[in-house]
């Protein structure tokens, strides 16, 4: 049995991949089990690092702080450029409606802890955990852990109170979920419309009988209006044609037009008579509408096109093509002329058969390429975030310099990259499964060595009389900010109940929550606003627990 002492017990680089891989294995494996239909997924690998740890397993601690630490980086840089792209989209005026609740929120949960921390002589490092936990918050708990070390105060009282309030930091929100419904929710907060009928993209089709337009080409139409809209199609005497911006209208011509929901109404009034056919059914055989023009959809897999605006390419005017939509991580973009591509874009081209496969040969339409991750990013990506984290910035008021540190300086990176990158003629483009990877990789690190590390003291810092403190501050931290501003976003906000549930999983950063909301609100409204608030949310929990610590130690 001494090679299984030697694997598993005396310090070397083996037994640092062995014990990790086996906490992370156990810690998989746990996750997958639902309790009441509630699983803490990730969370257990955290839980099993705790148990191998309180039992005496050790790893060298040089190397279970490189591992912890890069863990703690790879996952911070994969989440940022996941929701770079949606980051600052989601300041746009309707996103503002669920931002400032989520903010909210986030607010009156700190203020909360500084005060519990004051009234009930907790530390505020220990209070810090607390509140991660409470939140289910790990990149801030990380970002917290970087700050006391730049401050010289111990980091484990913050892990062991991450490790205490996580699993009620899971249950409380969905606690909190029913208790709002139960109490604040009118039959009306449920009838909010879902994702799908607030797309960002609507189609329909208009007979020109505006005698302003009769001879005027698309270009100065579009021009002189200031619409978004685009002409997929032009019938004129039972034919259809693609238009290029050159093309002029007449009386009777029909045309059909990609724009957004809150413009087709005021498109009608521009063109004069909507026809009633609907456009908008997913059961549309695009290629049956007409039969001398095909509807194809092209992926962008040519690096050269990474970057550039739509209008660059000049792809109507010379191929005779047009392209409707484009898609992109999910999301249906409207294919405005100053729009620009980025590799992984499924493009909607409308066309002739020849020249839509001309046009297939400058986007790419590879899929193979898009196989292989383009690594040099990833790398830039970390180095340029560590190096960011690193700059140290003063703040009036606070004697040591504010940091990002490793959670901070990555996961803004990352969000500027996923989101400019392509402007830059940067290949940022991973796969979802790609990106889901490195994230939880690196989670799976960071938790297995943040368990160990707290595993030593857990169970004697629960039995003692502030283990019940710690417990019950961090009920409150969870569920009394979530109860606080629903009732404030349904009726101050006028928002559905489920986009207030999205947006209070969002804020407290709870996918386990909006699995629980999904289940049991109809339509996607709750997704959609987690989607929307989450980047936003994240990025605030990991720069004010720094700033709160530095401001209060």
Same mark, same amino acid.
């Given at each position: 049995?001494?090679?299984?002492?030697?694997?598993?017990?005396?310090?070397?680089?083996? +037994?640092?991949?062995?014990?990790?891989?086996?906490?992370?294995?156990?810690?998989?494996?746990?996750? @997958?089990?639902?309790?009441?239909? !509630?699983?803490?997924?990730?969370?257990?690998?955290?839980?099993?690092?705790?148990?191998?740890?309180?039992?005496?397993?050790?790893?060298?601690?040089?190397?279970?702080?490189?591992?912890?630490?890069?863990?703690?980086?790879?996952?911070?840089?994969?989440?940022?450029? +996941?929701?770079?792209?949606?980051?600052?989209?989601?300041?746009?005026?309707?996103?503002?409606?669920?931002?400032?609740?989520? !903010?909210?929120?986030?607010?009156?949960?700190?203020?909360?802890?500084?005060?519990?921390?004051?009234?009930?002589?907790?530390?505020?490092?220990? &209070?810090?955990?607390?509140?991660?936990?409470?939140?289910?918050?790990?990149?801030?708990?990380?970002?917290? +852990?970087?700050?006391?070390?730049? %401050?010289?105060?111990?980091?484990?009282?913050?892990?062991?109170?991450?490790? /205490?309030?996580?699993?009620?930091?899971?249950?409380?929100? *969905? %606690?909190?979920?029913?208790?709002?419904?139960?109490?604040?929710?009118?039959?009306?907060?449920?009838?909010?419309?879902?994702?799908?009928?607030?797309?960002?993209?609507?189609?329909?089709?208009?007979?020109?009988?505006?005698?302003?337009?009769?001879?005027?080409?698309?270009?100065?139409?579009?021009?002189?209006?200031?619409?978004?809209?685009?002409?997929?199609?032009?019938?004129?005497?039972?034919?259809?044609?693609?238009?290029?911006?050159? @093309?002029?209208?007449? @009386?009777?011509?029909?045309? /059909?037009?990609?724009?957004?929901?809150?413009?087709?109404?005021?498109?009608?009034?521009?063109?004069?008579?909507?026809?009633?056919?609907?456009?908008?059914?997913?059961?549309?055989?695009?290629?049956?509408?007409?039969?001398?023009?095909?509807?194809?959809?092209?992926?962008?897999?040519?690096?050269?096109? #990474?970057? @550039?605006?739509?209008?660059?390419?000049?792809?109507? #005017? #010379?191929?005779?093509?047009?392209?409707?939509?484009?898609?992109?991580?999910?999301? +249906?973009?409207?294919?405005?002329?100053?729009?620009?591509?980025?590799?992984?874009?499924?493009?909607?081209?409308?066309?002739?058969?020849?020249? !839509?496969?001309?046009?297939?040969?400058?986007?790419?339409?590879? $899929?193979?390429?898009?196989?292989?991750?383009?690594?040099?990013?990833?790398? *830039?990506?970390?180095?340029?975030?560590?190096?960011?984290?690193?700059?140290?910035?003063?703040?009036?008021?606070?004697?040591?310099?504010?940091?990002?540190?490793?959670?901070?300086?990555?996961?803004?990176?990352?969000? %500027?990259?996923?989101?400019?990158?392509?402007?830059?003629?940067?290949?940022?483009?991973?796969?979802?499964?790609?990106? /889901?990877?490195?994230?939880?990789?690196?989670?799976?690190?960071?938790?297995?060595?943040?368990?160990?590390?707290?595993?030593?003291?857990?169970?004697?810092?629960?039995?003692?009389?502030?283990? &019940?403190?710690?417990?019950?501050?961090?009920?409150?931290?969870?569920?009394?900010?979530? $109860?606080? $501003?629903?009732?404030?976003?349904?009726?101050?906000?006028? /928002?559905?109940?489920?986009?207030?549930?999205?947006?209070?999983?969002?804020?407290?950063?709870?996918?386990?929550?909006?699995?629980?909301?999904?289940?049991?609100?109809?339509?996607? #409204?709750?997704?959609?606003?987690?989607?929307?608030?989450?980047?936003?949310? &994240?990025?605030?929990?990991?720069?004010?627990?720094?700033?709160?610590?530095?401001?209060?130690?």
């Amino acid at each position: 049995m001494d090679w299984l002492r030697t694997i598993l017990v005396e310090h070397s680089a083996l +037994q640092a991949v062995m014990v990790i891989s086996l906490i992370s294995l156990v810690g998989i494996g746990l996750g @997958k089990i639902r309790f009441f239909g !509630i699983s803490l997924g990730a969370a257990f690998i955290f839980f099993v690092g705790i148990l191998a740890g309180h039992c005496g397993l050790t790893i060298d601690p040089a190397m279970l702080a490189y591992v912890e630490s890069f863990g703690l980086v790879l996952f911070v840089y994969a989440l940022g450029l +996941q929701v770079g792209p949606g980051f600052f989209s989601s300041m746009r005026a309707d996103g503002v409606r669920l931002l400032l609740p989520s !903010i909210a929120v986030i607010a009156l949960g700190t203020g909360a802890a500084v005060g519990l921390s004051y009234a009930f002589g907790i530390p505020m490092p220990s &209070m810090s955990g607390i509140l991660c936990g409470a939140t289910t918050n790990t990149p801030a708990l990380g970002a917290a +852990q970087q700050t006391l070390q730049l %401050l010289g105060e111990e980091t484990n009282g913050a892990a062991l109170g991450c490790a /205490l309030t996580y699993p009620m930091g899971v249950v409380g929100v *969905i %606690l909190a979920l029913l208790f709002v419904r139960r109490t604040f929710v009118r039959p009306s907060d449920l009838t909010g419309p879902d994702a799908e009928h607030r797309r960002s993209v609507f189609i329909a089709s208009y007979r020109l009988t505006n005698p302003a337009l009769f001879g005027k080409s698309l270009h100065d139409v579009a021009a002189e209006s200031q619409r978004h809209f685009v002409v997929s199609r032009l019938w004129r005497d039972g034919r259809v044609s693609i238009p290029t911006s050159d @093309k002029t209208l007449e @009386k009777d011509d029909i045309v /059909l037009a990609i724009t957004r929901p809150d413009e087709a109404d005021a498109l009608r009034l521009l063109f004069g008579e909507q026809e009633h056919k609907d456009w908008n059914s997913e059961n549309i055989d695009w290629n049956s509408v007409d039969n001398q023009l095909i509807s194809q959809r092209i992926l962008v897999t040519r690096p050269e096109i #990474n970057g @550039k605006r739509l209008a660059s390419l000049r792809l109507r #005017n #010379n191929y005779g093509i047009n392209i409707s939509r484009v898609y992109r991580s999910g999301v +249906q973009l409207l294919a405005t002329p100053d729009l620009r591509l980025q590799l992984g874009d499924r493009l909607t081209v409308v066309g002739e058969a020849e020249a !839509i496969r001309s046009v297939e040969k400058i986007l790419g339409n590879a $899929v193979k390429s898009l196989n292989e991750p383009n690594l040099a990013a990833v790398f *830039i990506g970390l180095f340029l975030g560590l190096a960011l984290g690193s700059i140290p910035v003063a703040i009036p008021g606070i004697s040591v310099p504010v940091k990002l540190g490793l959670a901070g300086g990555p996961i803004i990176v990352g969000i %500027l990259v996923g989101t400019f990158g392509p402007r830059l003629h940067m290949i940022t483009y991973t796969t979802q499964s790609a990106n /889901l990877m490195l994230r939880a990789l690196g989670l799976s690190m960071y938790l297995a060595c943040l368990g160990l590390d707290a595993g030593a003291h857990f169970f004697e810092t629960v039995m003692r009389p502030e283990g &019940m403190l710690w417990l019950g501050t961090g009920v409150l931290l969870t569920f009394v900010p979530v $109860v606080l $501003v629903a009732p404030l976003a349904l009726r101050l906000f006028r /928002l559905d109940y489920g986009s207030v549930a999205g947006l209070l999983c969002g804020s407290m950063a709870n996918p386990m929550a909006l699995d629980y909301a999904n289940d049991t609100i109809e339509g996607d #409204n709750p997704s959609v606003s987690y989607a929307t608030v989450y980047p936003v949310c &994240m990025f605030l929990r990991v720069i004010i627990i720094q700033i709160v610590l530095m401001l209060t130690l």
